[in-house]
T-cell receptor, first 112, second 116 residues
Framework: QKEVEQDPGPLSVPEGAIVSLNCTYSNSAFQYFMWYRQYSRKGPELLMYTYSSGNKEDGRFTAQVDKSSKYISLFIRDSQPSDSATYLCAMRGVTGANNLFFGTGTRLTVIP | DTEVTQTPKHLVMGMTNKKSLKCEQHMGHRAMYWYKQKAKKPPELMFVYSYEKLSINESVPSRFSPECPNSSLLNLHLHALQPEDSALYLC???????????????FGPGTRLLVL
């Protein structure tokens, strides 16, 4: 079983839709949770960073962490064509920033 | 400023060539990383430098040779690569690699490498 599971998609939605992206994980030691956005042929860009359980909102983006279910989500409201990218979840424990565990990434296309 | 820069953006090399990838950051970070990413896959960690010392080598073949000349620069020297080494090579940096607090990794745009 992989440490982090993420549906690879692809996911296609119309412009303006609400998008839900999810990851599940098996290691209860994970405390820090990140979402990276990666445009085609570019490096990952940090989008959201959450510690432990709870919600975090930044503009059209909301990150949720449910540690009891080992489940994290990223919601995108009013999706735009410019949101078309691959979204990678990543997580780690309390020590060792180098020990990041990535999901496989979900490829999202927002259709105008 | 959370920018990590990488040069070159693209590189084509033959299996007998020697080339180098360069990475630079000016965020005062003391940990720097090399990752390899194949198409439709997540990044795979190759090397970690912490305070200019190699702290992690994820069993990477010796044809990849990292170097950290100072706290802002990271190089990856390439020699006698194979076609299967073609990938996007990503550099990242973080505060010091300890994981204390909300330390996180910031990635560069990558170098797309093609080995013929």
């Amino acid at each position: 079983q992989k440490e982090v599971e993420q549906d690879p998609g692809p996911l296609s939605v119309p412009e303006g839709a609400i998008v839900s992206l999810n990851c599940t994980y098996s290691n209860s030691a994970f405390q820090y949770f990140m979402w990276y956005r990666q445009y085609s042929r570019k490096g990952p860009e940090l989008l959201m960073y959450t510690y432990s359980s709870g919600n975090k909102e930044d503009g059209r983006f909301t990150a949720q962490v449910d540690k009891s279910s080992k489940y994290i989500s990223l919601f995108i409201r009013d999706s735009q064509p410019s949101d078309s990218a691959t979204y990678l979840c990543a997580m780690r424990g309390v020590t060792g920033a180098n020990n990041l565990f990535f999901g496989t990434g979900t490829r999202l296309t927002v259709i105008p | 400023d959370t920018e990590v820069t990488q040069t070159p953006k693209h590189l084509v090399m033959g299996m007998t060539n020697k080339k180098s990838l360069k990475c630079e950051q000016h965020m005062g970070h003391r940990a720097m990383y090399w990752y390899k990413q194949k198409a439709k896959k997540p990044p795979e960690l190759m090397f970690v430098y912490s305070y200019e010392k190699l702290s992690i080598n994820e069993s990477v073949p010796s044809r990849f040779s990292p170097e950290c000349p100072n706290s802002s620069l990271l190089n990856l020297h390439l020699h006698a690569l194979q076609p299967e080494d073609s990938a996007l090579y990503l550099c990242a940096s973080s505060q010091d690699g300890s994981g204390r607090g909300r330390e996180t990794q910031y990635f560069g745009p990558g170098t797309r490498l093609l080995v013929l």
